[in-house]
């Protein structure tokens, strides 16, 4: 098969031709149909996830058409359309018995732990308890912008920060963690202000449903602005980029008995991050983090998106090919883009 694969961090990828994969017996091989360009690609092709072994393949956000089965899956067959959470689970150890599937204990994630979907195929083990069933109507690129991002953003807004109408609710970080959160938060009715450091962002921003922009650029005060457009802070704050400064601000712009959620990877210098926990005392503040969702969790998302409620296909920036992921993986640390990238062209 055709695959992107770099063979040292920070070097540049090459288009290589590698052996298919096989499936487990409990597993299956994916025919990728589409895939997302995600920033947390870049970070593994930076080195900062210690799973990667090197020579690798990324790409963990993905949708396409079963191609080969393992004699123990009895839930799926050849043909098959579907799509899966970046965070794989064994579905047996504890968390997965509480249905914490997200955090599992023995977790494997495609294009960390093993060869991801930046290649014709790609192999995913206990296919029972990881695959998403893709309504016919839905398409594979849209498909494929649910896996990390979008349910990702789900997750935190849903369930972790249990947001509702009439709420005040801050992204920090227009990227497409961001304008995932924004566009779940705003169909639930809460009140979004988005905060950003690039206009065109915060413009896009608005169009899916943010009520206010703050550009952290022109505005040395951001904190500041935010509680005051929120009439003395927001009641659920996220911070969808992972640095120092989004971080500390989204816990700050708070009201009392407020919750912050850390959805954007703190790596590198930002791991141990300030956060003022002097303000986490007084004002009660809960602070959470938000990683995947489980494959079982979808059905909720796939009805807001067949409803209508919701429109991530609206996310979708760039459709690019696999050759094009050459140049632009290791170009996503500069922000240029606005929206989701999906690489939807593997052969020619």
């Not at 003395?232 to 989204?250: E, I, K, P, R």
């Not at 703190?266 to 809960?286: S, W, Y």
Request: glycine share 10%; charged share 20%; aromatic share 8%.
């Amino acid at each position: 098969m055709k695959a992107l694969v770099f063979e040292s961090f920070k070097s540049t990828p090459s288009i290589q031709l590698v052996p298919d994969p096989t499936p487990s017996s409990d597993g299956v091989v994916i025919a990728v149909k589409a895939t997302g360009l995600c920033r947390s690609d870049w970070h593994g092709w930076m080195g900062h996830d210690e799973d990667i072994v090197l020579p690798h393949v990324p790409g963990h956000e993905f949708a396409g058409v079963i191609s080969a089965i393992g004699k123990d899956v009895k839930k799926w067959k050849i043909g098959d359309r579907v799509t899966v959470p970046f965070v794989c689970a064994c579905g047996t150890c504890g968390e997965c018995a509480s249905g914490n599937h997200q955090v599992c204990d023995y977790q494997f994630q495609p294009g960390f732990t093993h060869w991801g979907s930046f290649a014709e195929f790609v192999a995913i083990d206990r296919a029972d308890v990881n695959l998403v069933a893709m309504p016919e109507e839905m398409d594979f690129a849209t498909a494929a912008s649910l896996g990390c991002r979008f349910a990702t953003s789900f997750r935190a807004i849903v369930s972790q920060g249990k947001v509702s109408g009439g709420q005040w609710v801050a992204v920090h970080g227009c990227g497409g963690v961001g304008l995932s959160a924004i566009m779940i938060a705003s169909a639930l009715g809460a009140n979004v202000i988005a905060i950003d450091i690039a206009e065109d962002k915060l413009q896009f921003a608005k169009s899916i449903g943010a009520v206010a922009t703050v550009n952290a650029k022109k505005n040395p005060h951001v904190v500041e602005q935010i509680r005051e457009i929120s009439k003395g802070g927001v009641h659920v704050s996220l911070d969808a980029l992972g640095s120092a400064v989004t971080c500390f601000n989204s816990v700050a712009n708070l009201r009392k008995r407020g919750k912050h959620i850390q959805i954007g990877l703190m790596v590198g210098d930002h791991k141990n991050a300030p956060v003022p926990m002097n303000l986490v005392i007084a004002k009660e503040l809960e602070i959470y983090g938000s990683h995947g969702m489980q494959a079982y969790q979808y059905e909720l998302l796939m009805q807001m998106i067949l409803a209508g409620k919701l429109a991530p296909q609206k996310l979708i920036g760039k459709r690019i090919s696999l050759e094009q992921a050459v140049i632009d993986l290791p170009a996503m640390d500069s922000f240029h883009d606005s929206g989701l990238t999906i690489i939807e062209r593997f052969r020619y």
